[in-house]
């Protein structure tokens, strides 16, 4: 079983519905119709982060249709998100009162193990921003407006961190111990 599946089975297992604003984006990128597909693809390929507006938007649709066909679906693992300031302030104005943030997963890993694994990707994603130019842009946009958001949940409580330096296997199992954690403290 490949680790993205094993991952969607245990959110499914543990009642969450995982949500990728990455994928969210990228998926409303390819969308003919989308207004907003051109604009998604500059901010991805430049490693910048998207407008809030939209990626808010995007996921606030993908929850409330989730709740409408399943009403006991109403907890969600939102992978990549918020990824700066603005989108912090964005979630929680158009969230407040809607949704609560239990805690985050940070897996944390070095640059260049990240650049190598996200170069590997590539050779078979297809995803224009798996290159050691936007990836190393990536970087810096995440240590700039990123990582203080992290460290902000940090300082609330709320970061659950994963080594992801470890191997997949090892990475699975540390996700799988935090779920379980987290369904037995509620």
Same mark, same amino acid.
């Given at each position: ?81 918020? =990824?700066? *300031?603005?989108? &912090? /302030? ?5 969230? +407040? ?6 805690? #985050? ?32 842009? =990536?970087? *810096?946009?995440? &240590? /700039? ?5 992290? +460290? ?6 709320? #970061? ?27």
């Amino acid at each position: 079983m490949n680790s993205d599946i094993f991952i969607c089975y245990l959110f499914q297992k543990y009642g969450y519905t995982h949500l990728s604003a990455g994928e969210l984006l990228r998926d409303e990128r390819k969308n003919p119709d989308s207004q907003y597909g051109e604009l998604i693809e500059k901010y991805i390929k430049e490693g910048k982060i998207v407008p809030v507006e939209i990626t808010i938007s995007l996921l606030k649709r993908e929850m409330d249709q989730t709740m409408a066909a399943n009403a006991q679906k109403n907890k969600f693992l939102i992978d990549g998100f918020p =990824r700066n *300031q603005d989108n &912090l /302030q964005g979630w929680n104005k158009t969230m +407040d009162g809607k949704a609560d943030v239990s805690f #985050v997963l940070f897996f944390d890993c070095n640059n260049e193990i990240c650049i190598e694994r996200c170069l590997e990707r590539g050779k078979s994603s297809g995803r224009s921003d798996d290159n050691r130019e936007s990836l190393e842009k =990536r970087i *810096q946009t995440y &240590l /700039q407006s990123t990582k203080p958001i992290i +460290d902000l949940y940090e300082e609330m409580g709320k #970061v659950k961190k994963i080594d992801a330096s470890k191997s997949v296997d090892e990475c699975l199992l540390s996700l799988k111990r935090y779920l379980e954690m987290m369904v037995t403290e509620r």
